[in-house]
């Protein structure tokens, strides 16, 4: 009688999950399997026909191009920074947000703001900030006697301007998770600490760090994922460029498919780009569920 | 000793303090432009001009704000309307039966990360054969493929949170599974769905890439239509600060009643 509930309980579930599935399968699973397919054929938008196969051609012309290799540094290099610096600034704010009670719903709805923002939105007003001649940016620079600085026009400034605002609109996903977690941390282990006669940066290290680990990785993994995929910023602020300083992967993949129109090796690159994210996603996974 | 106790508070006042001048001035100088007229807008050094709201009505008559809005409201309420039911769906028999395990799981979250760009070409290549570019179907179907992960993965946490006695009191007194999951499970996890709803709608409302290579003049959603803006031959400047701002307002207007649940929304489940 049991193990009879116990099957039904297994059958309702199949057939609860079986419409989402269903349609996952649909739009994910099959495109996703269209890709591989097509990234084997020489499929263009010229001539968008499995008629040619080509095997491996496209992953072995992949790792030849210098393009992609340079898309692939710059994308890492991108995303070290903003995690790092997000996380840096982000820390910082949180643990300052822990400590005040005045003004904290107000300094907490504004951190929220950007957040809510889209991202063609944050593009396109950095970008007149930005102007060299008719931005606001430049002028306040000048107002104190720098600049002016061609913002998105010189290869290391293009990079940085990017970096920044990426950190100026992405920041407070970092601040609102470290400070969720901080605020669940227990008092217990702070009072030993102060009796045995830790100060607040040994409290810190010793502490805070410890108890915060899991809370960080979680955020962290998730913030580097999303920073991998970033697309829009690129093409509002910089077109991947001046020449090829800020051709970040998606926008790489999206130049060979959309620009070049030669769909067969952009399957190929999205397919490889896939794998990275595929790793770092389980692995976040594995992270996720020891959190809960 | 009182120096250093004095320090302690306002430190972290100095930091937070310069943190939201950061974010906040940023905001208000778009404020700011989009009230001023167009030439003035450009003036460096600033001038100040009596606040004006033409821009506002002009981006209705000299861009097709009104067709970018509506087909952004359409295309998110549809493609989350549909995604919802799947996903609550699939969501409880994750939670409550463990259907599929891990590796399902998984399979959702990784759906959820996946770069919209891997997902772009194929779909662009499909739809092409299929005839549906530029249409609002391929749209909506694009966008279900973020918001059903999205959704299910929000809701395993608040089906799981649930308590089950209710449900299991329900079955005793004689109702069947889905009755029990209709009557009971469902409205107890209302304000989560509602709120993940609101998420999803937020997540659609917001997003590019896809939109920006599926759709057509026709259907071209408020992100494509602002982007056009900028490859435009002298952009008027006052008249995009109106536009941004017009395209991230319903966003705040739906703030407080995501408030309780955007940590959760942010963290995918994984901080309350």
Known sequence: MAATLAARDRRFGQLMAAPGLAALLLVIVFPILFTLYTSAFDFTLINPRHDTFVGLDHYARAFGLAEFGNALRVTLWFVVAVVVLEFAVGFLVALMLNAVERGKAVYYAILLCPLLINPVVVGLIWRMFLHPELGIANYVLGLVGLGPVNW????????????????????????????????????????????????????????????????????????????????????????????????????????????????????????????????????????????? | MLVRRAAATILPHAVLVVFSAAILLPLLWVLRVSLTDKLTAYRIPPEWTEPRLDNYIEIFTAYRFADWFTNSLLVALASTLLALPLAVAMAYAFARHDTGGAPLRLGVLASQMLPPIVLVVPLFALFLGAGLLNTYAALVIAHLTFNIPFLAWMLVAFFEGEVKQLEEAARIEGATRFQAFIRVSVPLAAPGIMAAGLLGFILSWNEFLLALILSGRATQTLPVGLSSLETHRGVEIALLAAAALMAILPVFVLLPFLRKYLIKGLSLGALK
């Open chain 1, 152 to 292: 998105l026009g010189d290869p290391t400034n293009a990079f940085w301007t990017l970096v920044a605002v990426d950190i100026w609109h992405q920041v407070s996903f970092m601040i609102v998770l470290l400070l969720a977690g901080l605020a669940s941390l227990p008092k217990e282990p702070y009072e030993a600490a102060r009796m045995e006669g830790a100060g607040t940066l040994a409290c810190f290290w010793h502490v805070t760090l410890p108890l915060m680990r899991p809370v960080i990785l979680v955020t962290l993994l998730i913030r580097l994922i999303f920073a991998v995929r970033t697309y829009d910023l690129v093409y509002i602020m910089t077109r991947g460029g001046p020449g090829q300083a800020t051709d970040l992967v998606s926008y790489f993949i999206y130049r060979q498919a959309f620009v070049g129109l030669n769909i067969g090796q952009a399957s190929a690159l999205a397919v490889l780009l896939l794998l990275i994210v595929l790793v770092l996603t389980a692995w976040l996974y594995r992270h996720m569920r020891s959190l809960v």
